[in-house]
């Protein structure tokens, strides 16, 4: 659970309605597919009939070497960080940017992550600070914060439906 890996007091102290979305796991030949689609569709469903405000998750980095993954780590925290105020924070710190003033290159940094995250980031999420390395999934994983009111009209209709007034 993402409450074992990272601090969301202040998350909970905002009040607002928080959902965790756990991992999903699709067989290859389903991934990209009608699958997906539907899970996103129920998902959707959830967030409107239970009015929720933040959707948060973990999204996993694949390895456990964070200086193999420095520039993925460096532009999340340089670009989607989450406000401070609503701020997740690392059990066990993974430094996402331990050269501040380095220069990364965004475009690789943004093609090599994962899929489930380029899509959350499109939809406008933000992340925790620091990675947290999880030694069981062999990965290093971010805390994924999406604030529901920002989803987008196009992803609405893809993934689900127009929000209620």
Same mark, same amino acid.
């Given at each position: ?8 007091? @202040?998350?909970? *102290?905002?009040?607002?309605? $928080?959902?965790?979305?756990? &991992?999903?796991? /699709?067989? #290859? %030949? ?34 456990? @070497?964070?200086? *193999?993954?420095?520039?993925? $780590?460096?532009?999340?925290? &340089?670009?989607? /960080?989450? #406000? %401070? ?81």
């Amino acid at each position: 659970a993402t409450e074992e890996e990272f601090d969301l007091s @202040r998350l909970r *102290a905002s009040g607002r309605r $928080l959902m965790e979305v756990g &991992r999903v796991c /699709l067989l #290859p %030949e389903h991934r990209g597919s009608l699958a997906m689609h539907r899970l996103w569709q129920g998902l959707a469903a959830l967030v409107e009939a239970r009015r929720i405000d933040i959707l948060i998750g973990l999204a996993s980095l694949p390895g456990e @070497r964070p200086e *193999a993954m420095r520039e993925m $780590l460096a532009c999340l925290r &340089r670009d989607r /960080l989450a #406000p %401070e105020t609503m701020r997740p924070l690392s059990r066990r710190p993974v430094p996402m940017d331990p050269e501040p003033d380095a220069p990364i290159d965004r475009r690789a940094a943004i093609l090599a992550m994962p899929p489930l995250l380029k899509a959350y980031l499109r939809l406008g999420a933000r992340v925790g600070e620091g990675g947290y390395h999880d030694p069981d999934f062999r990965c290093i994983d971010v805390c994924v914060v999406l604030e529901a009111e920002g989803i987008g009209e196009r992803e609405r209709a893809i993934h689900g439906g127009a929000r209620p007034a």
